[in-house]
């Protein structure tokens, strides 16, 4: 039944399309945004903290890992050296990520440890 084919042609493209348009880039922000708190919450959480103020060193003697509701430290540092610390870490206790993350994934990071700042003026 030729007809019949033509209309399942007909359905398979217009399924096509609107999975196309749901991945446009308007979805893809907010997807980077809840993703960055995801992130955040499955591998930085356990020493940083779920709201970001820090927490005791991994080890005696060490340092404590850094609270981002510090507005000053906000202030000291470029998004672009927040990138880095995740990259690459920082002395023995803040582990390096090397290039488990995407570059979509780092900026995702950076803005929600940004989103700490309690004083932030920024978007
Ligand atoms: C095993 C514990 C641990 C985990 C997991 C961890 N951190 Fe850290 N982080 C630390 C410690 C400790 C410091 C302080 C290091 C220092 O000052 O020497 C730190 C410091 C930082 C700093 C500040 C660096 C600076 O410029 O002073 C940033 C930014 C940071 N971490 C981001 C992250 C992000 C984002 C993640 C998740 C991808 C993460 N950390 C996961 C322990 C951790």
Redesign the pocket.
């Known amino acids: 039944m030729p007809r019949s084919i033509r209309w399942e042609a007909a359905l398979g493209a217009s399924v096509v399309i609107a999975v196309l348009a749901a991945t446009s880039s308007g979805c893809e922000k907010k997807a980077d945004a809840a993703s960055g708190r995801d ?2 919450a499955n ?2 959480a ?3 903290g779920m709201e970001g103020a820090g927490g005791p ?2 080890f005696a003697g ?5 609270n ?1 509701r510090d507005h000053a ?1 906000h202030g ?2 470029t998004d672009e ?2 990138k880095l ?2 990259v690459n870490g ?6 390096a ?1 090397g290039t488990m ?1 995407s570059e979509a994934q780092l900026q995702a ?2 803005a ?2 940004r989103s700490f700042d309690p004083q932030r003026t920024g978007p």
Do not use: N, W, Y
């Not at 060490?62 to 850094?66: Q, V």
């Not at 920082?90 to 582990?95: E, H, I, L, Q």
């Open positions: 992130l955040f591998t930085c356990r020493c940083h060193p991994a060490g340092p404590s890992p850094r981002f430290f000291e540092r050296q927040l610390t995740i920082k002395g023995a206790a803040m582990p990520f993350f990071l950076v929600h440890v």
